[in-house]
């Protein structure tokens, strides 16, 4: 590959924090909000322009293995806080047919909370803005470049926090990891005046609508509704559907499943959905009755990959791990039905060989073959954890894994998580 040089430049310091978290998703959110509220001066970096990743700008708006058989949520911390917000708002619903699983919410209130609790913590806030580099000194991070439509701007800080999902930080810090793939997925949201109609068609086709799509050339793509809108996208508006276009399979030849790292195919991945959802809007109207005025509300702008790079940690949660309910006498995260708990040890959410490098979120240290930690509870428990420690290692000069596990686990606990109960202790 042909190179340039880059000249040299003197970049100006922008801010000077204890805790800087880059990425400001699921994961991100908690990371500082927790960070701020464990006393750290906290900055949040993020290259859209509003929060929340896939849990409101990729319309993942449901809630999985979020159990409510023993009466309380089994999460507890930021989780249990942001749920109880966004029921005080009217914008959280359970199925009616099934009040037990997992619930949904309104994305647009979701990323206004995530702002308020932010602001009400005193978390700075950077958005628009890419991580594009780091200074580190005998494996220590002494600062971050992120670039902007203002140019390059540096923040320092005491301890970091890589929560963008891809690992960036950990990347362009030198941090160890591996990489992974799996499927990418695009959601898109439209309105189906005629539900009922097109529930008919549904179930006298084999397979059901889905089966239909795929033998009229949609593979991959589904349509998935709730006739009257009890249980669908957004409650309060009747007749929306959710569109979801997914990609598991390369597109030309090989073995392996789309690179979300491979900017090329993210570009065509993006390209192709905008143009297959629009060639089967097309299709329902002429074909499907029901359908003969769907219209495409938005179709999100934030891809859902599952996984990219994975930060190597001191140990790597398997598979074996979370299904053999395996118990971590370091654990910080806990998820599951009353009964099930999984754990998610403290020595997944650091980096092995950078000192001051926290991660949380689906970056974290796991194997490749354990999807669960991806979700969005055990991102944002994984981000609070990460946010915790963060201040702690920042407070008392300590690398990631020189932080105690108690004193860790009692200032997660102090801030509501359910570690060492069963089920929640709200503050």
């Known amino acids: 590959m042909t190179t340039i040089q880059q000249p040299a430049r003197e970049v100006p310091v922008i801010a000077d924090v204890d805790v800087c978290v880059v990425g400001g998703g699921t994961a991100g959110i908690a990371a500082a909000l927790s960070a701020a509220r464990a006393g750290a001066s906290t900055m949040l970096i993020e290259a859209h322009g509003s929060l929340g990743g896939q849990m409101t700008l990729?319309?993942?708006?449901?809630i999985p293995v979020w159990d409510y058989s023993v009466g309380a949520p089994t999460f507890g911390g930021v989780m249990t806080e942001l749920i109880a917000r966004l029921q005080a708002e009217g914008a959280y619903w359970l199925n009616p047919s099934n009040p037990d699983g997992w619930p949904r919410y309104d994305v647009e209130v979701c990323q206004a909370l995530a702002v308020e609790l932010l602001l009400d913590a005193g978390v700075r806030m950077r958005l628009h803005s890419w991580v594009s580099g780091a200074i580190l000194e005998n494996g220590v991070i002494k600062a971050v470049t992120a670039e902007s439509v203002e140019g390059c701007g540096a923040i320092t800080a005491r301890s970091f926090i890589?929560?963008?999902?891809?690992?960036?930080?950990?990347?362009?810090?030198?941090?160890?990891?591996?990489?992974?793939?799996?499927?990418i997925s695009l959601e898109?949201?439209?309105?189906?005046?005629?539900?009922?109609?097109?529930?008919?068609?549904?179930a006298a086709q084999e397979g059901g609508l889905r089966g239909y799509l795929q033998r009229a050339g949609f593979e991959g793509l589904n349509i998935s509704y709730a006739p009257g809108g009890e249980w669908s996208w957004n409650r309060h508006v009747p007749n929306i559907c959710h569109l979801s276009q997914t990609y598991s399979h390369p597109f030309e030849g090989g073995d392996e499943p789309p690179d979300g790292l491979h900017v090329d195919t993210i570009t065509r991945i993006e390209n192709e959905?905008?143009?297959?959802?629009?060639?089967?809007?097309?299709?329902?109207?002429?074909?499907v009755p029901g359908c003969e005025d769907i219209i495409a509300i938005n179709i999100s702008d934030h891809l859902g990959v599952r996984w990219t790079r994975l930060v190597v940690g001191d140990y790597q949660l398997t598979l074996d791990d979370i299904q053999g309910q395996h118990h971590f006498d370091d654990c910080i995260a806990r998820c599951g039905k009353s009964g099930e708990i999984r754990e998610v040890p403290y020595r997944c959410i650091?980096?092995?060989?950078?000192?001051n490098l926290w991660v949380g979120g689906r970056c974290a240290s796991f194997m490749p073959d354990n999807e669960h930690p991806r979700i969005i509870?055990?991102?944002?428990?994984t981000g609070q954890a990460a946010g915790v420690a963060a201040a702690l290692g920042a407070r008392d000069g300590r690398a990631g894994r020189e932080v105690p596990i108690e004193t860790l686990t009692d200032a997660l606990i102090d801030q509501g998580v359910a570690l060492r109960d069963e089920v929640a202790r709200v503050p």
Not at 58 to 62: A, D, P, R, S
Not at 163 to 173: I, K, N, P, S, Y
Not at 377 to 381: D, G, N, S, T, W
């Open 188 to 202: 898109g949201i439209g309105y189906i005046p005629g539900l009922d109609a097109l529930s008919e068609f549904s």
């Open 350 to 355: 650091y980096s092995r060989n950078v000192d």
């Open 58 to 62: 990729g319309y993942v708006n449901m």
């Open 162 to 183: 890589d929560t963008t999902g891809d690992a960036v930080l950990a990347h362009v810090a030198g941090a160890d990891y591996a990489t992974s793939s799996l499927r």
């Open 273 to 287: 959905t905008r143009l297959t959802i629009h060639r089967l809007i097309k299709h329902l109207r002429a074909n």
């Open 377 to 381: 509870p055990i991102c944002i428990a």
